[in-house]
């Protein structure tokens, strides 16, 4: 019998939810870590795009923050994720879940709280948003 988060839903939805839901956990997981730079090679590509697109690779944590979070935006529209019956409100619920997991960087981890960060994160989940959609529509 099938699960039912995955009633009803497509192959490619399947896929998607699933990776949506790993995407969704491995970001949890990485905000909470101590420091993400001390991994090696890490951040070296967010780096190499912070550098090509801001001339400054001081903005890799950003980049990071938007791609982990369009990645995640993307996931809701591919995988026919929604809360309360909306994208819409999944989306503010990821959002809200990334200030959450911000607040707990301060709280619990060596690293602290950047309102910023909440800017990259909600913009990547609205450019993923977008993404998604213009994936389907393609």
């Known amino acids: 019998m099938m699960p039912p988060l995955f009633a009803g839903l497509s192959p490619r939805e399947k896929l998607f939810r699933s990776l949506f839901m790993f995407a969704l956990l491995l970001v949890t997981i990485l905000s909470l870590i101590p420091n993400p730079d001390d991994v090696p090679g890490g951040m070296d590509?967010?780096?190499?795009?912070?550098?090509?697109?801001?001339?400054?690779?001081?903005?890799?944590?950003?980049?990071?923050?938007?791609?982990?979070?369009?990645?995640?935006?993307?996931?809701?529209?591919?995988?026919?994720?929604?809360?309360?019956?909306?994208?819409?409100v999944c989306a503010i619920g990821i959002i809200t879940w990334s200030g959450v997991l911000e607040i707990l960087q301060g709280i619990i981890s060596s690293r602290s709280t950047d309102p910023l960060d909440m800017v990259a994160n909600a913009s990547g989940v609205g450019a993923g948003l977008v993404a998604g959609i213009l994936l389907l529509w393609i």
Do not use: E, P, Q
Not at 57 to 63: E, I, N, Q, R, Y
Not at 68 to 77: E, H, R
């Open 45 to 88: 590509f967010t780096r190499w795009l912070a550098s090509l697109l801001f001339g400054d690779a001081t903005h890799s944590d950003k980049v990071a923050h938007f791609i982990a979070y369009g990645i995640l935006g993307g996931g809701i529209i591919l995988g026919a994720v929604r809360l309360l019956g909306s994208f819409i």
